[in-house]
């Protein structure tokens, strides 16, 4: 008795983002089944896996991430390193010397990073902010304005300032621009439903719908994404069709089992490896969840994680 | 289909003894029509009729136990629909054709610590076996895997050795790994006779459904489904298929829960089975093994497991008590917050991140988060008060500085009215916010 499958492919699918200058461009999204169900029909577009690198450095005390920089002293050099890595498909900039309760970096300064990292990398590049609200409207605003025509993805709009960012990132410098909410599928609509009112294209932006680490209230992050990719293809909602786009490195280095060096926790081994794995794991809960992309630090993780997705196409 | 209260009623006896709890024959259909009750709390249902009713009232996947753990028995693809009940497990996988089996089946007890009150260890171990191998080597295996007193699931295809390895580990709850389309009728016997688990596998899906419709003719529903190791892509279609024949398509053949082995999909590379394990518990998979539960796979996997096998309804929550952190001591300053888990791991974190020592007090607040618990009056000047002095904090710690969160800074004047004697200071309203403000607290004070 043979078995009967019954595919579940959508009339409706994630909307397909496209950024990056033409010949070094990158597309996210367009699938029309559930996560990685390559099974029911071809994904339009794998998932993407992206590199963070921040403007402070990366962190020295890994020995892995040390050997893998070794030599790239400048933040355009680390950042053209972090293009090269096998599987890596963007580069995410993280302005964190913005942050005016840390460096407080001026915005003429971070934006001539950015124009640096983007002559030196020959992959689509996101730009995340500090993500204090203030200093990253602005601050975001002047990287769309610099970097016009490069079509880059910026990283967030928020409620506060999806205003802002929406009418001059979007509507006057031609930048795609990416919602952040915090793990609430209501809240991720309606930031949705307010950027289109103000004119700006559904085709023009991604979500990220906030990320934990996993054991951190993982569980939100992958009800709100199932709920997200359920309504957005059973219900062809199209105020949640954009492609996910989900910041996991910063998450998954910055808890306890990755921070705790081994001599505080010798049980637990290396700290590096616990950073890896905590790293992998989260990506690919997020990946099975829903995220069209997904930024990692370190190169192992990235290796793997875009080998994971390679093997599911 | 599923059977509709109307059908349900026609069976009764229609004459309202309330005998099954229920005030009507009617509502009592209804009832059982929804899951919520069994057809047989009625004692007047004839046995023909329970028998066609629980045939078509039964959940869609079966329930397996072995020993104290249940796998399988979900009703909803996605957590959101309702909720996952049974936890997948973690098993370690050795075989007889490996080097270092023995060393590996050592370590397995190196992982095992409580976390939010559930204890993470390694559930299961496989013992495998390889057709080149010497019998007597794989028996000696089982018997050092059965020194570490966990359920195995033995993996043999052979049902002559299957039966020996059986003997040899009855004490313990087992799973009889290694039924196929060939071997499915001896292998039945083995599983059947020792009242065990029967793991089924098969070359591709069809085959599968086949080997498990005839092992259902020979009357064995104690059954669990091996997704195969043929590849990574197979191997996760097989879990999703499966899952979704049983609970969206209401196809029973395939109502039971699933065996993934990573190690297999991934030999040797602990980083992928570390992805592939985090893959199959988001998606279907009931026993996941990989070659070895170190730490570092350990600490996100058990943490994502406990996020996503939570009851959406009932929100995670952590024993009310004084947590130390950073090296606390009697000196330290203390903070409050609430017992709800998320509250809980965003708030400690930040304030191990601040570096500072701090004594975090979790009172009662019902596992709500801070607005809502202050809401429903569970989190107030009175249960704070009442919690410090019910565990005698003034004789535990000498410090008398509390932190209350910024959401709930009215609380404050009341707070010091309650507790003579204390400095009530308000904390920022985000968690995120608390290094800089604890740094700077720090340094105001040293």
Same mark, same amino acid.
């Given at each position: 008795?043979?078995?009967? +499958?019954?595919?579940?492919?959508?009339?409706?699918?994630?909307? *397909?983002?496209? /950024?990056?200058?033409?010949?070094?461009? &990158?597309?996210?999204?367009?699938?029309?089944?559930?996560?990685?169900?390559? /099974?029911?029909?071809?994904?339009? #577009?794998?998932?993407?896996?992206?590199?963070?690198?921040?403007?402070?450095?990366?962190?020295?005390?890994?020995?892995?991430?040390?050997? /893998?920089?070794?030599?790239?002293?400048?933040?355009?050099?680390?950042?053209?390193?972090?293009?090269?890595?096998?599987?890596?498909?963007? !580069? %995410? &900039?993280?302005?964190?010397?913005?942050?005016?309760?840390g460096d407080n970096a001026s915005v003429e300064d971070c934006v001539a990073t950015v124009k640096a990292v983007y002559e030196a990398i020959d992959k689509p590049l996101v730009v995340m902010g500090c993500k204090n609200v203030e200093k990253d409207t602005e601050l975001l605003v002047k990287v769309a304005e610099a970097l016009q025509g490069k079509n880059v993805l910026l990283m967030s709009a928020r409620e506060e300032d999806y205003k802002t960012l929406g009418a001059s990132a979007v509507l006057a410098y031609g930048q795609k621009l990416c919602g952040e909410s915090a793990v609430d599928i209501n809240l991720a609509k309606q930031l949705n439903v307010l950027m289109s009112q103000l004119g700006v294209p559904a085709a023009s932006t991604v979500m990220n719908l906030g990320s934990a680490a996993a054991g951190y209230g993982f569980e939100y992050v992958a009800s709100t994404m199932d709920r997200v990719k359920s309504a957005a293809l059973t219900q062809n909602d199209a105020m949640l069709q954009m492609p996910v786009v989900t910041p996991v490195g910063s998450e998954a280095w910055s808890v306890k089992e990755a921070l705790l060096e081994e001599a505080e926790e010798p049980e637990w081994g290396s700290r590096e490896e616990r950073g890896i794995q905590m790293e992998i794991i989260t990506a690919a809960a997020c990946l099975a969840s829903g995220s069209d992309a997904v930024i990692l630090?370190?190169?192992e993780s990235v290796k793997t994680v875009s080998e994971m997705i390679s093997a599911l196409l | 289909m599923a059977l509709k209260g109307l059908d349900i009623f026609k069976l009764t006896p229609k004459k309202n003894c309330k005998e099954c709890g229920s005030p009507t024959c009617m509502a009592f259909s209804m009832k059982v029509a929804q899951g919520a009750v069994s057809i047989d709390k009625c004692p007047y249902m004839s046995q023909d009729a329970i028998d066609?009713?629980?045939?078509?009232?039964?959940?869609?996947?079966?329930t397996i136990k072995v020993g104290e753990f249940s796998l399988?028995?979900?009703?909803?693809?996605?957590?959101?629909?309702?909720?996952?009940?049974?936890? %997948?497990?973690?098993?370690?996988?050795? %075989?007889?054709?490996?080097? +270092?089996?023995?060393?590996?089946?050592?370590?397995?007890?190196? !992982?095992?610590?409580?976390?939010?009150?559930?204890?993470?260890?390694?559930?299961?171990?496989?013992?495998?076996?390889?057709?080149?191998?010497?019998?007597?080597?794989y028996l000696a295996l089982v018997e050092k895997a059965k020194a570490l007193g966990r359920p =195995?699931? =033995?993996?043999?295809?052979?049902?002559?050795? *299957?039966?020996?390895?059986?003997?040899?580990?009855?004490?313990?709850?087992?799973?009889?790994?290694?039924?196929?389309?060939?071997?499915?009728?001896?292998?039945?016997?083995?599983?059947?006779?020792?009242?065990?688990?029967?793991?089924?596998?098969?070359?591709?899906?069809?085959?599968?459904?086949?080997?498990?419709?005839?092992?259902?003719?020979?009357?064995?529903?104690?059954?669990? =489904?091996?997704?195969?190791?043929?590849?990574?892509?197979?191997?996760?279609?097989?879990? !999703?298929?499966?899952?979704?024949?049983?609970?969206?398509?209401?196809?029973?053949?395939?109502?039971?829960?699933?065996? !993934?082995?990573?190690?297999?999909?991934?030999?040797? #590379?602990?980083?992928?089975?570390?992805?592939?394990?985090?893959?199959?518990?988001?998606?279907?998979?009931?026993?996941? @093994?990989?070659?070895?539960?170190?730490? @570092?796979?350990? =600490?996100p996997l058990y943490g994502l497991r406990q996020n996503l096998f939570t009851d959406p309804q009932k929100p995670m929550r952590v024993t009310p008590g004084i947590y130390p952190l950073n090296g606390a001591d009697e000196n330290a300053i203390c903070a409050t917050t609430v017992d709800f888990a998320l509250t809980y791991f965003v708030v400690s974190g930040e304030l191990e991140r601040s570096g500072v020592p701090v004594n975090l007090l979790i009172s009662d607040a019902g596992g709500y988060s801070v607005l809502t618990s202050w809401a429903a009056g569970k989190f107030s000047a009175n249960t704070i008060a009442n919690f410090l002095k019910e565990n005698d904090i003034e004789g535990k710690i000498k410090n008398r500085t509390l932190l209350i969160p910024g959401k709930v800074a009215v609380l404050k004047g009341e707070l010091e009215a309650n507790l003579p004697g204390w400095e009530i200071v308000v904390a920022p309203k985000e968690a995120v916010q608390l290094v800089k403000f604890l740094k700077d607290l720090a340094a105001s004070r040293a």
């Open positions: 008795m043979p078995f009967t +499958d019954k595919p579940q492919v959508f009339n409706a699918a994630i909307n *397909a983002l496209t /950024f990056g200058e033409a010949g070094r461009e &990158l597309t996210l999204g367009g699938s029309n089944v559930y996560p990685l169900y390559a /099974f029911d029909a071809p994904l339009a #577009n794998a998932p993407r896996v992206g590199v963070e690198v921040s403007d402070q450095g990366y962190e020295k005390a890994i020995p892995g991430l040390a050997a /893998f920089y070794a030599g790239a002293e400048t933040i355009p050099e680390q950042a053209a390193r972090a293009a090269a890595m096998p599987g890596a498909e963007f !580069v %995410c &900039l993280k302005l964190d010397s913005a942050d005016p309760n630090r370190h190169p | 066609k009713l629980s045939e078509q009232t039964a959940p869609p996947m079966k399988g028995g979900e009703t909803v693809m996605f957590r959101h629909d309702k909720t996952f009940v049974s936890r %997948c497990l973690y098993a370690v996988a050795v %075989c007889d054709g490996m080097e +270092d089996a023995e060393a590996r089946l050592a370590k397995v007890p190196q !992982v095992d610590y409580e976390r939010i009150g559930e204890r993470m260890h390694v559930e299961m171990v496989t013992v495998d076996h390889c057709s080149d191998q010497p019998e007597d080597k =195995l699931i =033995l993996g043999v295809e052979d049902a002559g050795l *299957a039966a020996k390895a059986v003997a040899a580990a009855k004490e313990l709850p087992l799973v009889l790994n290694g039924a196929n389309e060939e071997n499915y009728e001896a292998m039945n016997k083995v599983a059947t006779d020792a009242g065990i688990v029967l793991g089924v596998s098969a070359a591709s899906l069809d085959a599968l459904y086949d080997t498990v419709a005839k092992l259902e003719g020979l009357g064995n529903k104690n059954l669990i =489904l091996d997704v195969g190791s043929a590849s990574i892509k197979d191997a996760f279609a097989g879990a !999703v298929k499966i899952r979704r024949a049983a609970l969206k398509n209401n196809d029973r053949t395939f109502g039971y829960p699933t065996y !993934v082995n990573v190690a297999e999909l991934a030999p040797g #590379n602990s980083h992928m089975q570390g992805a592939l394990a985090s893959l199959f518990t988001t998606r279907y998979g009931s026993i996941i @093994a990989m070659d070895e539960m170190d730490y @570092a796979k350990a =600490l």
